[in-house]
């Protein structure tokens, strides 16, 4: 069994900065590649950023391109996401996800096996 538990959520102002973690205990952390998501009220849940096993792969959602980074340490079974620059409208739950069988990163929340129990942000203008 694979869990997984996201950390770092909270308030922030508009502009400010906030890193979640997603640490991951249970069967081996690697080689798969990690995911982040995130559902505001009302929506449906949306896919973030993503990252591959080796962290050579990254993936973003237009919207948080150039703001959010996703990074990886094995090491320690931890996968971070940091956001700057935050907006009103990333305010949400955030999701960490595993993939099941792959190493790749993927923007598909059907391709990840397995979630965390998500971390609220939000962001006030």
């Known amino acids: 069994q694979v869990q997984l538990v996201e950390s770092g959520g909270g308030a922030a102002q508009a502009g400010g900065s906030l890193r979640l973690s997603c640490a991951a205990s249970g069967r081996t952390f690697s080689p798969y590649g990690m995911g982040w998501f995130r559902q505001a009220p009302g929506k449906e849940r949306e896919f973030v950023a993503a990252?591959?096993?080796?962290?050579?792969?990254?993936s973003y959602a237009d919207s948080v391109k150039g703001r959010f980074t996703i990074l990886k340490d094995n090491s320690k079974n931890v996968v971070f996401l940091e956001m700057k620059s935050l907006k009103p409208e990333d305010t949400a739950v955030y999701y960490c996800?595993?993939?099941?069988?792959?190493?790749?990163?993927?923007?598909?929340?059907?391709?990840?096996?397995?979630w965390g129990q998500g971390t609220q942000v939000t962001v006030s203008s």
């Open positions: 990252i591959s096993y080796n962290g050579m792969r990254t």
């Open positions: 996800a595993r993939r099941g069988m792959s190493a790749l990163e993927s923007t598909l929340d059907g391709d990840y096996e397995y």
